[in-house]
C-alpha cells in the first residue's frame, strides 16, 4: 500500500479574462514558465513560450 502525504506539485491552468489592453498578457507572463495560447497574436513583443495559433 503506498501513502502520499503533503502537496503535489502540478501545473497550474489559469484563466485571466478582462478587457483588451489592461496587462492580462503582460501579468501572466511573469508567472513561473508560463505557456501562451495565443488566439489574437497579442504576446508577440513578450519573450514567452506559446503555442502555434490554433487552427480550429
Do not use: H, W
Request: charged residues 20%; without cysteine.
Amino acid at each position: 500500500m503506498n501513502i502520499t502525504t503533503g502537496t503535489i506539485k502540478t501545473a497550474l491552468k489559469v484563466v485571466i479574462y478582462g478587457q483588451e489592453g489592461v496587462g492580462k498578457s503582460t501579468f501572466a507572463s511573469k508567472f513561473p514558465n508560463p505557456v501562451f495560447i495565443d488566439t489574437e497574436g497579442s504576446t508577440k513583443q513578450l519573450d514567452v513560450a506559446r503555442f502555434d495559433p490554433p487552427t480550429s
